[in-house]
């Protein structure tokens, strides 16, 4: 099998691989044409009180470690603009939009979402926003696409909640669907170690969208939403059992659904190193668990947008090369693609 080095400060993980009118206007780089798109933006951070748990850091150094280990080059940087008002309102409610920019919230609500309110957040949420609808129109163009922010699965069209403010998945695959005549129909895989509740309510009568969750059931959110299929898995899962309940269902849904598009929540929170755990899954886990689900919707001609979703670690660097495993992986299949 072919192996690769992540390189983080002084420690070495080793992973083995498996051989009408538009409301968002997007101006990417697109300076390399053959290479995997990388959507990011140097706003997809923000200021926050010393301290806090989550995070930010996170979200520039996931770029760093990419360029520092020659897995892309700056010129397959995708840059996407801040997504507008209009566009959000296809989710997300006039009232709470309106509040969120302004800052008409109130301290339950700022505790219920985790932040406290700034216009640092706003821009931030919108940029990340932004970059999933670029990830997804990459990937429409050119099969495979990843963003090195995104997965704000929590948020709902009227409230955000457990560190999410605005629904990116759902926002691009609201944005995806209207922009096409028929509909698209869109798939979002979440495998995020939390059930996606926010974006199984927000689609729970459309069926253009099947939401597909894999998450640990004795977790947060502790209400749980009906997604079109849930799979709540048991603590301490590991490597093996975690990547066959994925494989249990992956290929079935692709067959019945028959996806135009794929959105992926890649979420790095089943690590057992991580903050928040209950799952067990490896670096060569995760690794394995993303390429296997990229090949696999891939083969079937479907194409698919990848975001990072939740990590947590007080270990910024570590953080971010685990998150950056979905690129890799994603760089890897790019590479195995015909010409």
């Given at each position: 099998?072919?192996?690769?080095?992540?390189?983080?400060?002084?420690?070495?993980?080793?992973?083995?691989?498996?051989s009408?009118?538009?409301?968002?206007?997007?101006?990417?780089?697109?300076?390399?044409?053959?290479?995997?798109?990388?959507?990011h933006?140097?706003?997809?951070?923000?200021?926050?009180?010393?301290?806090?748990r989550?995070?930010?850091g996170?979200?520039?150094?996931?770029?760093h470690?990419?360029?520092?280990?020659q897995?892309?080059?700056e010129?397959?940087?995708?840059?996407?603009?801040?997504?507008?008002?209009?566009?959000?309102?296809?989710?997300?409610?006039?009232?709470?939009?309106?509040?969120?920019?302004?800052?008409?919230?109130?301290?339950?609500?700022q505790?219920?979402?985790?932040?406290?309110?700034?216009?640092?957040?706003?821009?931030?949420?919108?940029?990340?926003?932004?970059?999933?609808?670029?990830?997804?129109?990459?990937?429409?163009?050119?099969?495979?696409?990843?963003?090195?922010?995104?997965?704000?699965?929590?948020?709902?069209?009227?409230?955000?909640s457990?560190?999410?403010?605005?629904?990116?998945?759902?926002?691009?695959?609201?944005?995806?669907?209207?922009?096409?005549?028929?509909?698209?129909?869109?798939?979002?895989?979440?495998?995020?170690?939390?059930?996606?509740?926010?974006?199984?309510?927000?689609f729970?009568?459309?069926?253009?969208?099947?939401?597909?969750?894999?998450?640990?059931?004795?977790?947060f959110?502790?209400?749980?939403?009906?997604?079109?299929?849930?799979?709540?898995?048991?603590?301490?899962?590991?490597?093996?059992?975690?990547?066959?309940?994925?494989?249990?269902h992956?290929?079935?849904l692709?067959?019945?659904?028959?996806?135009?598009?794929?959105?992926?929540?890649?979420?790095?929170?089943?690590?057992w190193?991580?903050?928040?755990?209950?799952?067990?899954?490896t670096?060569?886990?995760?690794?394995?668990?993303?390429?296997?689900?990229?090949?696999?919707?891939?083969?079937?001609?479907?194409?698919?947008?990848?975001?990072?979703?939740?990590?947590?670690?007080?270990?910024?660097?570590?953080?971010?090369?685990?998150?950056?495993?979905?690129?890799?992986?994603?760089?890897?299949?790019?590479?195995?693609?015909?010409?």
């Amino acid at each position: 099998m072919a192996r690769f080095t992540l390189t983080c400060s002084s420690r070495r993980l080793v992973v083995a691989a498996f051989s009408g009118s538009r409301c968002f206007r997007t101006e990417p780089v697109r300076r390399e044409s053959s290479a995997l798109p990388i959507v990011h933006h140097g706003k997809y951070v923000c200021d926050l009180p010393p301290g806090h748990r989550f995070p930010m850091g996170k979200f520039p150094r996931v770029l760093h470690h990419l360029i520092q280990d020659q897995v892309i080059t700056e010129k397959q940087v995708w840059v996407p603009e801040i997504a507008s008002k209009d566009l959000l309102s296809c989710v997300h409610t006039e009232e709470y939009l309106n509040n969120f920019i302004s800052g008409k919230i109130n301290e339950q609500e700022q505790r219920r979402t985790g932040f406290p309110w700034s216009e640092g957040i706003v821009s931030r949420c919108r940029y990340e926003t932004g970059g999933t609808v670029l990830a997804a129109e990459a990937a429409l163009q050119r099969d495979l696409a990843c963003s090195t922010a995104g997965g704000t699965h929590h948020a709902f069209p009227s409230f955000g909640s457990g560190f999410c403010l605005l629904n990116d998945l759902a926002v691009a695959a609201k944005y995806l669907m209207g922009s096409s005549s028929p509909k698209r129909k869109v798939l979002v895989v979440d495998l995020d170690v939390h059930q996606g509740d926010g974006t199984a309510f927000i689609f729970k009568e459309e069926p253009c969208v099947f939401t597909f969750s894999v998450h640990c059931g004795r977790n947060f959110p502790l209400r749980k939403q009906q997604s079109d299929l849930d799979v709540s898995v048991e603590d301490g899962l590991e490597d093996k059992e975690y990547l066959s309940t994925v494989e249990a269902h992956l290929p079935q849904l692709l067959e019945t659904f028959r996806p135009d598009l794929v959105l992926y929540d890649a979420g790095v929170d089943p690590h057992w190193e991580d903050e928040l755990r209950h799952l067990r899954l490896t670096d060569q886990g995760l690794y394995q668990r993303d390429l296997y689900v990229m090949k696999t919707v891939l083969s079937r001609g479907v194409p698919l947008a990848a975001v990072i979703g939740g990590g947590y670690s007080r270990d910024i660097d570590k953080l971010a090369v685990r998150h950056s495993i979905v690129h890799r992986a994603a760089t890897q299949v790019w590479n195995m693609k015909p010409l």
